[in-house]
């Protein structure tokens, strides 16, 4: 099938273009096919302007970060329970999984249920079997900012539900409310010094089996993200193909490579449940992605293709403004893999970095083909794919339940009517709109990047362009062959 299954307009970080004309006749309106509601500026079937456009993802981002608000509350209520001690500590733990249980399903409305981000996958049975196993180890390739998203849904999908924890760079604590709420959760951040990130590694997964309980544990081993058109990532592209081609292999076109050193590590959290990740974005040209089909024999139609060649200007990497712009689609790949044990001897660390690199070599492929023949290499037919099911009613009823609790909190509190404790969310909801539309818009300015893996890393990241003269991800040296390029992740 020719490439042209794919419209050639490219999507900003923001949202996609509109069609001319919504809705196709004789379709119903009242209610969106994202769930409860659905992106609302095209329920009237009117199009609107690129400017309203951008401020209903900053009001879409506004209202998420209003219920992770109220998450970051209930762990911060938690904390003195760890100055008393180790049952202290173990008692944080348990409540602070039973709070992540109760409020994932509001947390995850806004994107899957209010702004229909679906997820297809070419075998969803790799997944449930993983969560059936107990402790898990997943690995995907890192072709947007928001691939944790996918990784918590996976978790709340189906039976048995998972708490996913992350493993992600340092930086990511730092981001208000979200980066906070998951530093309280106990992911693991890494500073890239390995001797230090040891430690912590280890001592952050005693603290799992301190109270046992089937954890995902989610990461994307590239640990950068190279944007279109920066001058210090095209040159980490380079150490990336220079890396590769000392080592005698063919250099990646759609896949930084992967970091190894710390995965002996990791491997004891789930020495026999590891998933390896594939996935592709695609962007929708028209609202709730109308444009966007599989053909009987498994090809995707219509949409932009995001994950491009690293080297193409095309390329667009998704973040969490892509999401509350409405409608992006993912296609997974997973599959069970091994890593080699770790003997102790010199070859250790050179068996699993050639496994990963195997695997991530693996990965390269099937997103090339998915570019050509718009597939896996395993999808043959429609009936390939599975729709990853998304809890609409779960995650809405667990929404009101959660604005009635925080309502309800916040009126004792300040001693005031529900109804005024209403208006007083309402003025918070609109002051994080200006400041995060404002911190947002100074960081694209700055930087000329979107990074909002979580709200306020564009500025963030920014800042830190500013101060350091750019994000090193690494030099341009090459190294010898048992060694990878130094990487800071992005």
């Given at each position: 099938m020719?490439e042209e299954?794919f419209?050639?307009?490219?999507s900003?970080s923001?949202?996609?273009t509109?069609?001319?004309?919504?809705?196709?006749p004789n379709k119903?309106?009242?209610?969106g096919?994202?769930g409860?509601m659905?992106?609302?500026?095209y329920i009237?079937?009117?199009?609107?302007s690129?400017h309203l456009?951008?401020?209903r993802?900053?009001?879409f981002?506004?209202?998420?970060?209003?219920?992770?608000?109220?998450?970051?509350?209930?762990?911060?209520?938690?904390l003195?329970?760890?100055?008393?001690?180790?049952?202290?500590?173990?008692l944080?733990?348990?409540?602070?999984?039973?709070w992540?249980?109760?409020?994932q399903?509001?947390?995850?409305?806004?994107?899957?249920s209010?702004?229909?981000?679906?997820?297809?996958h070419?075998n969803?049975?790799?997944a449930?079997?993983?969560?059936?196993?107990g402790?898990?180890?997943?690995?995907?390739?890192h072709?947007?900012r928001i691939?944790?998203?996918?990784g918590m849904?996976?978790?709340l999908?189906?039976?048995?539900?998972?708490?996913?924890?992350f493993?992600a760079?340092?930086?990511?604590?730092?981001?208000?409310?979200?980066?906070w709420?998951?530093?309280?959760?106990?992911?693991?951040y890494l500073?890239?010094?390995?001797h230090r990130?040891?430690?912590?590694?280890k001592?952050?997964?005693?603290?799992?089996k301190?109270?046992?309980?089937?954890?995902?544990l989610?990461f994307?081993p590239?640990g950068?993200?190279?944007?279109v058109?920066?001058?210090?990532?095209?040159?980490?592209i380079?150490?990336?193909?220079?890396?590769?081609?000392?080592?005698?292999r063919?250099?990646m076109?759609?896949?930084?490579?992967p970091?190894?050193?710390?995965?002996s590590?990791?491997?004891?959290?789930?020495?026999?449940n590891?998933?390896s990740?594939?996935?592709?974005?695609v962007?929708p040209?028209?609202p709730?992605?109308?444009?966007?089909?599989?053909s009987?024999?498994?090809?995707?139609?219509?949409?932009s293709l995001?994950?491009?060649?690293?080297?193409?200007?095309?390329r667009?990497?998704?973040?969490?403004?892509?999401?509350?712009g409405g409608?992006?689609?993912v296609?997974?790949q997973?599959?069970?893999?091994?890593?080699?044990?770790?003997?102790?001897?010199e070859?250790?660390?050179?068996?699993l970095?050639?496994?990963?690199?195997d695997?991530?070599e693996?990965?390269?492929a099937?997103?090339?083909?998915f570019q050509?023949e718009r597939?896996f290499?395993?999808?043959t037919?429609?009936?390939?794919?599975?729709?990853m099911?998304?809890?609409h009613?779960?995650?809405?009823l667990?929404?009101?339940?959660?604005?009635?609790?925080?309502?309800?909190?916040?009126a004792?509190?300040?001693g005031t009517?529900?109804f005024?404790?209403?208006?007083?969310?309402?003025t918070i909801?609109?002051s994080?709109?200006?400041?995060?539309?404002?911190?947002?818009?100074?960081?694209v300015?700055?930087?000329?990047h979107?990074?909002e893996s979580?709200?306020?890393?564009?500025?963030?990241?920014?800042?830190l362009e500013?101060?350091?003269g750019?994000?090193?991800?690494g030099?341009t040296k090459?190294e010898?062959?048992?060694?990878?390029?130094?990487?800071?992740?992005d």
């Amino acid at each position: 099938m020719p490439e042209e299954v794919f419209s050639e307009k490219r999507s900003g970080s923001l949202l996609r273009t509109p069609s001319e004309v919504w809705p196709p006749p004789n379709k119903p309106t009242i209610i969106g096919p994202g769930g409860l509601m659905g992106p609302v500026f095209y329920i009237s079937g009117l199009k609107f302007s690129r400017h309203l456009e951008t401020l209903r993802v900053y009001i879409f981002t506004a209202l998420w970060l209003l219920v992770v608000l109220q998450f970051f509350i209930g762990l911060t209520l938690l904390l003195p329970l760890k100055l008393l001690g180790q049952p202290g500590r173990r008692l944080y733990i348990r409540l602070a999984l039973w709070w992540d249980y109760f409020s994932q399903p509001a947390i995850m409305v806004v994107p899957f249920s209010w702004c229909k981000l679906t997820v297809w996958h070419s075998n969803w049975d790799v997944a449930l079997k993983s969560k059936r196993i107990g402790n898990s180890l997943w690995m995907s390739n890192h072709g947007s900012r928001i691939d944790w998203l996918i990784g918590m849904q996976v978790g709340l999908s189906d039976v048995p539900r998972v708490p996913v924890r992350f493993i992600a760079e340092i930086t990511t604590a730092f981001m208000p409310l979200a980066g906070w709420s998951r530093y309280l959760l106990d992911d693991i951040y890494l500073r890239r010094t390995f001797h230090r990130d040891a430690v912590n590694i280890k001592s952050t997964l005693a603290s799992y089996k301190s109270v046992p309980s089937p954890r995902m544990l989610f990461f994307a081993p590239e640990g950068a993200i190279a944007d279109v058109g920066n001058a210090q990532d095209a040159k980490y592209i380079d150490a990336c193909e220079g890396f590769m081609r000392d080592l005698g292999r063919k250099p990646m076109d759609y896949c930084l490579t992967p970091r190894y050193k710390g995965l002996s590590v990791f491997k004891p959290h789930s020495p026999n449940n590891i998933v390896s990740a594939t996935m592709v974005f695609v962007t929708p040209n028209e609202p709730f992605a109308q444009d966007m089909t599989i053909s009987d024999d498994g090809r995707v139609c219509g949409g932009s293709l995001c994950t491009r060649s690293l080297r193409d200007d095309a390329r667009v990497v998704p973040d969490i403004h892509t999401v509350f712009g409405g409608g992006l689609h993912v296609y997974a790949q997973l599959s069970f893999m091994e890593l080699p044990a770790d003997e102790g001897d010199e070859g250790a660390s050179k068996r699993l970095r050639d496994v990963l690199l195997d695997d991530y070599e693996r990965k390269d492929a099937e997103i090339a083909h998915f570019q050509k023949e718009r597939r896996f290499r395993c999808v043959t037919s429609k009936e390939n794919w599975t729709k990853m099911p998304i809890p609409h009613l779960l995650m809405n009823l667990t929404l009101l339940a959660y604005a009635a609790l925080g309502v309800s909190c916040l009126a004792y509190v300040c001693g005031t009517t529900v109804f005024g404790a209403a208006k007083r969310c309402a003025t918070i909801w609109a002051s994080i709109v200006l400041l995060h539309s404002i911190s947002h818009r100074i960081g694209v300015l700055v930087s000329g990047h979107h990074r909002e893996s979580l709200p306020g890393e564009s500025i963030f990241k920014a800042a830190l362009e500013t101060i350091k003269g750019g994000l090193n991800h690494g030099g341009t040296k090459k190294e010898p062959p048992s060694k990878p390029p130094s990487k800071k992740a992005d």
